[in-house]
C-alpha cells in the first residue's frame, strides 16, 4: 500500500467516525425532542413558541451528552447531559395538571439543576477537582432533593399552581411550617447556586493552554445561568400558566450551556480523532510527533519563555499606575508572567494575560487613588469628579441599550401573553438585570463610592 493509499484510507476513517458521532448526537437530539412534545402536549397546542426553545433546549443537550460521551475523559459529563436532557422534557408533564404528573415534574426539575450542575463540574476530565467540588456536591443534593421532599410534604400543589386533585404527599398543614420550610429551602437553593459560582471560579484559576480554551467558556456560562435560575425560582406563582412561564424562562437562560457544550465537544472530538489518526505517524515522520504532541498538550504542558511582548505590556500597564504604586506592581505582573511561562502557557496566553490586566487598569486605579483622593486639592477633585461623572452616564447609556434589545429579543422569544405575566411579577426584568446589568451597576456603585469617598475630610488632629 502506497503512502497516498494509506493517507486517503485514515482521511476516510476518520470521515466515517466523524459522520457517526454527528448521526448520533442527531438521534439523540430527535429522541430528547419527542420526549419533551409528548410530556409538554397540552401546554405546546397553545404556546408555539414556547414549544420552540424547549425542544431547541432538549435537542441540544442531548446531542452535546453523546459527543462528550464518547470522548476521552468526558464520558461521565456526556452521561449526565443525556440525563439532564431527560429529566427537563419529563418537567413539562406539570402541564398536563392530573395525576402524578405535577409530582414527577417537580423532582425532575430537581435532578435537571443537580445532573446538569455536576456534569460541568466532571468537565472535562471526568473528576471532581478537590474536596469543595464533593462538598458542593453533598450539599447541591440536600437542598435539591430534601428540600424538594419537604416542600411536597407541608405545601399544597396550589402553591405551584396545580389542580387540588393531583397526586401530591402532603402530610403537614401547618401555615407556620410551609412558611418556614418554603424560607429554608429557598436560602439552600440560593447558597448551593453561589456555591457552584464559587467552585467554578476555583477551577479556572488553575486553566492553562488549550484546556482553558476548551472549558472556559463552558464554567463562566454554568456560574451565569445557576444564579439566575436560582434568582428566577424564588419568584411567586400564581397559576399553572405562571409556573410554566418560570420553567420557560429558565429553560431559555439553560440553552446557552448546551450550545456552549455542542461547541466545545465537537471541537474536542475533532481533535481526538485527528490525533488518534495521525498517531501512527509519530513514528516515522518528526513533523508527525511534533503536531501529536502539539495537540495532547492539555496533559503534557511544555514549558515555555517568557514573552517579549507581554513583559513590555505588563510595564505599561503598571506605569498607568500612580508613581508610589508602580514598582509593586510591576513585579507583581512579572511574577504572574514567569509562573504562566513555568507552567506551559504560551507567549500568546502570556500577552492575553497582559491584555486582560490592561483592561483592569482603570478600576484598579480608582482602587489605588481612592485612598489618598480625599488628601487632594479642590482642583484635583473637580477633575476626579469630571471624570468620574463623564464614566458614569457612559457606562449608564451602555447599559440602556443592552437592556433594550434584551427586552425586545426576551418579547420575541416569550410572547405577548407570556411576557405580560413575566412582567407583572418583575421577574423577567430583575433578570434581565441581573444579566446584562450586572457589571454595569457593580461599576456605578464603586464609582459612586470613590466618588462620595474624595469629599470626606480627615478626622481632626490627623
Not at 424538594?148 to 396545580?162: A, D, H, I, K, R
Amino acid at each position: 500500500m502506497t503512502a497516498a493509499t494509506a493517507s486517503r484510507a485514515r482521511a476516510s476513517g476518520r470521515s466515517l467516525r466523524r459522520r457517526r458521532f454527528v448521526a448520533l448526537a442527531g438521534l439523540a437530539a430527535l429522541a430528547a425532542m419527542g420526549l419533551a412534545l409528548v410530556c409538554g402536549w397540552p401546554h405546546w397546542q397553545v404556546h408555539s413558541l414556547a414549544a420552540t426553545m424547549t425542544l431547541l433546549e432538549c435537542g441540544t443537550t442531548a446531542a452535546a451528552g453523546v459527543l462528550l460521551a464518547t470522548g476521552r475523559g468526558t464520558r461521565p459529563t456526556g452521561m449526565l447531559l443525556l440525563v439532564t436532557a431527560a429529566c427537563w422534557a419529563l418537567t413539562w408533564l406539570a402541564s398536563w395538571n392530573a395525576g402524578p404528573g405535577p409530582l414527577i415534574a417537580v423532582f425532575a426539575q430537581s435532578l435537571f439543576f443537580f445532573s446538569g450542575s455536576l456534569g460541568i463540574l466532571y468537565y472535562p476530565d471526568g473528576r471532581l477537582h478537590g474536596r469543595a467540588e464533593r462538598w458542593w456536591m453533598v450539599v447541591a443534593a440536600a437542598s435539591l432533593f430534601g428540600g424538594q421532599v419537604l416542600l411536597c410534604l407541608v405545601t399544597p400543589p396550589s402553591l405551584y399552581g396545580f389542580a387540588d386533585d393531583v397526586v401530591w404527599p402532603r402530610v403537614w398543614r401547618s401555615d407556620r411550617v410551609e412558611n418556614a420550610v418554603l424560607v429554608g429551602v429557598t436560602a439552600a437553593t440560593v447558597v448551593a447556586a453561589a456555591g457552584l459560582a464559587a467552585v467554578i471560579w476555583r477551577r479556572q484559576r488553575r486553566l492553562r493552554g488549550l484546556e482553558r480554551a476548551l472549558t472556559l467558556p463552558v464554567l463562566a456560562t454554568v456560574a451565569v445561568v445557576g444564579l439566575l435560575s436560582a434568582f428566577v425560582q424564588t419568584g411567586a406563582i400564581t397559576g399553572l400558566d405562571s409556573q410554566l412561564d418560570t420553567y420557560l424562562l429558565q429553560g431559555s437562560l439553560g440553552l446557552a450551556v448546551p450550545l456552549a457544550l455542542l461547541a466545545v465537544g465537537l471541537r474536542r472530538c475533532w481533535i481526538e480523532v485527528s490525533t488518534a489518526d495521525q498517531a501512527p505517524l509519530s513514528a516515522r515522520s518528526p513533523m508527525a510527533r511534533l503536531r501529536v504532541q502539539e495537540r495532547a498538550r492539555p496533559a503534557t504542558p511544555m514549558p515555555t519563555g517568557n514573552s517579549r511582548i507581554a513583559g513590555e505590556l505588563a510595564g505599561f500597564a503598571a506605569r498607568l499606575l500612580p508613581p508610589s504604586e508602580r514598582s509593586w506592581y510591576a513585579e507583581e505582573y512579572q511574577s504572574e508572567l514567569h509562573i504562566l511561562a513555568e507552567e506551559g502557557a504560551s507567549r500568546r496566553e502570556q500577552v492575553l494575560h497582559v491584555v486582560r490586566v490592561l483592561v483592569r487598569a482603570l478600576p484598579l486605579y480608582l482602587e489605588v487613588t481612592g485612598r489618598a483622593v480625599r488628601w487632594a486639592g479642590a482642583v484635583a477633585n473637580l477633575r476626579i469628579d469630571r471624570t468620574l461623572s463623564w464614566l458614569v452616564a457612559t457606562e449608564l447609556r451602555v447599559c440602556k441599550v443592552v437592556l433594550t434589545a434584551a427586552g425586545v429579543m426576551a418579547a420575541f422569544a416569550f410572547g405577548a401573553g407570556g411576557l405580560r405575566s413575566l412582567l407583572e411579577r418583575g421577574e423577567l426584568i430583575a433578570t434581565l438585570l441581573a444579566t446584562f446589568g450586572a457589571g454595569g451597576v457593580w461599576l456605578h456603585k464603586a464609582l459612586k463610592r470613590a466618588k462620595a469617598e474624595k469629599f470626606k475630610q480627615p478626622p481632626e488632629g490627623q
